[in-house]
Nanobody
Framework: QVQLVESGGGLVQPGGSLRLSCVASSRSIFSISAMGWYRQAPGKEREWVAAISRGGNTNYADSVKGRYTISRDNARSTVYLQMNSLKPEDTAVYYC????????WGKGTLVTVSS
């Protein structure tokens, strides 16, 4: 069993930046897992945002491409999501996902973009 704990959410003005972090409880599982970020806005379904493979290859949803950057630190069992040029429509609960031996989810961190 792997626990994922997200942090870094909060209230930010449009155009601002935030960096989310997700720490995994198992370094061995983390190192063999592809990691991803998803988000769920109020009244909407959860959607995929970004992913990073074990080897560091990255992919992004079109809605965040050029604004978000996903990265990972295997030594710290941590995946990051740097979010720049934030828009009100980025408001959502952001979830961390690990896909490897199994599928694991964090409990989420709320990001609110508002003036």
């Amino acid at each position: 069993q792997v626990q994922l704990v997200e942090s870094g959410g909060g209230l930010v003005q449009p155009g601002g930046s935030l960096r989310l972090s997700c720490v995994a409880s198992s370094r061995s599982i983390f190192s063999i897992s592809a990691m991803g970020w998803y988000r769920q806005a109020p009244g909407k379904e959860r959607e995929w945002v970004a992913a990073i493979s074990r080897g560091g290859n990255t992919n992004y949803a079109d809605s965040v491409k050029g604004r978000y950057t996903i990265s990972r630190d295997n030594a710290r069992s941590t995946v990051y999501l740097q979010m720049n040029s934030l828009k009100p429509e980025d408001t959502a609960v952001y979830y961390c996902n690990a896909a490897g031996v199994g599928q694991y989810w964090g409990k989420g961190t709320l990001v609110t973009v508002s003036s």
